[in-house]
């Protein structure tokens, strides 16, 4: 289920089918994630993806919208071929490797079961984890950053008018 | 209860059993050779975007596969998937406002013509 909707974002013609298809595909990894024993990682895949970025990429959609587009030859750029060669053999070289090594004695089960480990691990609390605190306070800094410039980026300069763009 | 026919006692019994690591690490590389490809050939932003979710999110699959089934690993591959998910989300909020930004001064999200910065 994950892959084919992975395959109807890129196949679909319609760019809106292409946003409920990733999140769809989204959905089978965060089962994979209860498979793997996170369940707490699950729910921010849910929570994250499934709602907030699949929300925002709507919004994008619905501004940046044109008249729907029919044929593949409009929505492929030229280099089709050449992309697919190289993102099959992308693919291939992948799933070779990672199918044909040597792994060691690999068994389910060593991730963090409850959420109290999975949080201590995340904190930096527990030991052989202290580097998360760096990079738990990092990533707040970024996720600050991020939202500023994204105010910054996507705003309209002051008089410019309601949206009315530069004519080329 | 009537009588289970063999074949499809073993088909519960293959969907009911753990997967393999290889498993998660084929479908994740699959699932990274999608994205890199609808990043490569599609035209339209917002739709890259999107292929660019779905390679973190391949990648996330692999962190979190390796996690589980590697003794050594202790599993904080879960606690960096977090980590990994958070700076995608601010990618994502970055990189859409440059389109709508884009779009604004071009009213196109076609990235083949957006060729201002051509050398």
């Keep these: ?168 | 209860m009537p009588p289970v026919p063999p074949q499809v006692q073993q088909l519960v019994e293959a969907l009911v059993a753990t997967p393999p690591l290889e498993g998660y690490l084929v479908v994740g590389a699959i699932m990274f050779a999608i994205g890199a490809w609808g990043a490569l050939v599609r035209r339209n932003a917002v739709v890259v975007f999107m292929c660019v979710e779905l390679m973190i999110n391949a990648v996330n699959l692999t962190l979190v596969a390796f996690a589980d089934y590697l003794p050594g690993a202790g599993g904080l591959g879960v606690s960096y998937a977090v980590l990994v998910i958070a700076i995608a989300a601010a990618e994502i909020a970055v990189g859409l406002a440059i389109v709508l930004a884009v779009f604004r001064s071009r009213r196109t999200v076609n990235l083949d013509e957006v060729n201002a910065m051509r050398g």
């Design chain 1, 1 to 168: 289920m994950t892959l084919v909707s992975a395959l109807g974002v890129v196949l679909s013609r319609n760019v809106v089918h292409s946003a409920l298809f990733m999140s769809g595909s989204f959905l089978g990894i965060a089962g994979f994630f209860v498979m793997l024993n996170a369940p707490a990682l699950a729910a921010f895949q849910v929570l994250i993806y499934v709602g907030a970025v699949t929300v925002v990429i709507l919004f994008g959609i619905m501004f940046t919208q044109r008249p729907q587009v029919r044929r593949y030859r409009t929505i492929l750029n030229r280099q089709q071929w050449a992309g697919f060669l190289v993102a099959a053999g992308v693919g291939a070289f992948l799933a070779y490797v990672l199918y044909n090594e040597d792994w060691g004695s690999t068994r389910p089960g060593n991730g963090p079961r409850d959420v109290a480990a999975f949080g201590r691990d995340l904190l930096g609390v527990s030991a052989g984890s202290e580097v998360f605190v760096l990079l738990f306070e990092v990533a707040s800094i970024l996720l600050l950053v991020a939202i500023v410039a994204a105010i910054v980026v996507s705003r309209r300069k002051i008089g410019a008018g309601i949206d009315r763009g530069v004519e080329e």
